[in-house]
């Protein structure tokens, strides 16, 4: 595939303005004229090869930064906004990508505004919700607002990356022991118990007996993060400024969880460990003695700036092929609302517990990847109590393919080994796909009452 040109002129000038550069001084330091820099940071043209390679050498900066998602996830984001049928006419993509590209904060509160209608609408449909909120400000969900600070993060956090991984130090679960005992803490383990109960006037922490020493010591550390960070965890619940007290309550669980991740997972060595076994999931699992979706979804947070690993995205359904999580460090991204793709392989999982499903696929944007996909349902522990089944995947794109060890032996370079995929059924543009559940919203249909495919309809161009 040909190589994509980068439109990356908003980022070049957070990159000037940081530097408390003017424009002709940052245009000599790069080797360009002030007009071609202008132009550059106006998205009129392409970031030169050049430019790349002044940055990096003139300034030391790590060029990763110039391709971050967040110019894809507006794009996705928008895509599905606006394929919502209160909007009568389609945006070509190109105007999309503009408007993201220059204009990412106004982009962001046209998201925010058609979220705001969104439920709005929802809330009209039962008229008990009406009645019951009818004067209340329409407000951005908690979790909604929590989901979409992770995902504009990148999912990294290095404030509290860093700390858990000074934490942890060469043992994380004998510093978390410390920590513990320390504060006068007492551990037990029980049958009858949630996951993880504290009590802090007896000074002890119960967790339960029925799942498994991984799942345990990611509570430890959990509990460990509220007693020994609270200070760093609510500097950064205030510099993310929740609308509402529940937003902020939700955030600092995903902050003491991201610690967990973290320390269980320490940034250098669990990268390194990453690299040896060519990302070998079971193997990291195993050395670190954490569970195969605690693996995976921190192989999608290793973006620290100047030593970021390979980039993943990550997602787990449910069942019925709700996406409960998921995060991308790539330019592929999901639906926020509603199931993922039916073709993804993390649909079958469930018919194969215990072993990870391999599939090359291909986007409608051209761009191909490599998934892998695996059962992690969680027993209830005893007999009667009910499992919680779900399914995760894991992927990256194909030129990474060769630090994987799962791609051995797949056929890479043969177009057609490659299964097309999507995002959602609704902003999909494939106009061939068997397993299509709605017509696309972005496209005008034809109906032909003489002929019938496996659609009974046709999608127009």
């Known amino acids: 595939m040909a190589q994509k040109k980068l439109y990356a002129g908003v980022k070049l000038h957070e990159i000037r303005t940081r530097l408390s550069l ?57 895509r599905e906004a606006l394929a919502d049928p209160v909007f009568s006419d389609s945006v070509p993509l190109a ?10 904060a106004l982009t962001r509160a046209f998201l925010e505004l058609h979220s705001a209608y969104r439920r709005t609408q929802e809330r009209l449909v039962s008229l008990d919700a009406a009645l019951g909120q009818g004067s209340e400000d329409v407000a951005q969900l908690p979790w909604e607002e929590v989901r ?42 029980c049958e009858e118990t ?23 010591n990611f509570q430890i550390l959990h509990q460990v993060a509220l007693l ?5 965890l609510e500097a950064t619940l205030d510099l993310a400024r929740f609308q509402t007290a529940d937003a902020r309550a939700i955030a600092r669980i995903g902050l003491a969880n991201y610690f967990a991740g973290a320390a269980l997972l320490p940034y250098g060595r669990f990268r390194a460990a990453a690299q040896e076994t060519r990302h070998d999931i079971e193997r990291l699992a195993q050395r670190f003695g954490a ?19 390979v980039p993943f995205f990550f997602v787990r359904v449910d069942q019925a092929g709700t996406i409960t999580k998921r995060h991308s460090a790539t330019r592929m991204q999901f639906a926020r609302f509603g199931g993922a793709c ?84 609704r902003i999909c543009e494939r106009r061939s796909c068997h397993q299509r559940s709605i017509p696309p919203l972005e496209q005008k249909l034809r109906f032909t009452p003489d002929r019938r495919d496996v659609l009974p309809y046709e999608i127009g161009e």
């Open 95 to 104: 105007d999309l990508r503009l408007a993201a590209s220059n204009a990412p």
């Open 148 to 189: 979409d600070f992770f995902h504009y993060c990148d999912n990294y956090i290095d404030a509290v990356d860093r700390a858990a991984e000074h934490f942890a130090g060469a043992d994380p679960m004998a510093a978390a022991r410390k920590a513990l005992e320390e504060r006068g803490i007492t551990l037990f383990v």
């Open 22 to 78: 003017t424009q002709k001084a940052f245009a000599a330091k790069l080797g360009v004229s002030l007009p071609y820099l202008n132009q550059m940071e106006n998205n009129h043209r392409p970031i030169s090869t050049s430019v790349v390679l002044a940055l990096a050498q003139e300034f030391g900066l790590d060029v990763t930064e110039l391709s971050s998602g967040d110019t894809e996830r507006l794009v996705s984001d928008m």
């Open 194 to 216: 949630g996951l993880r109960t504290f009590d802090p006037e007896t000074r002890r922490l119960t967790l339960s007996a029925r799942v498994g020493v991984a799942t345990r």
């Open 342 to 425: 039916p073709l993804w392989n993390v649909h079958r999982a469930f018919e194969t517990p215990s072993h990870f499903l391999r599939q090359l696929a291909e986007t409608p944007d051209g761009e191909r990847y490599i998934l892998l996909a695996r059962d992690v349902s969680k027993s209830g522990g005893a007999w009667g109590a009910p499992d919680r089944r779900y399914a995760i995947a894991l992927g990256c794109e194909v030129a990474h393919a060769p630090n994987l060890v799962y791609a051995d032996g797949l056929d890479t370079g043969t177009p057609s080994a490659y299964e097309p995929i999507g995002t959602s059924c």
């Open 228 to 232: 020994t960070q609270n200070d760093l």
């Open 291 to 309: 569970s195969i979706e605690q693996v995976t979804h921190r192989l999608s947070t290793l973006q620290r700036t100047g030593d970021k690993g």
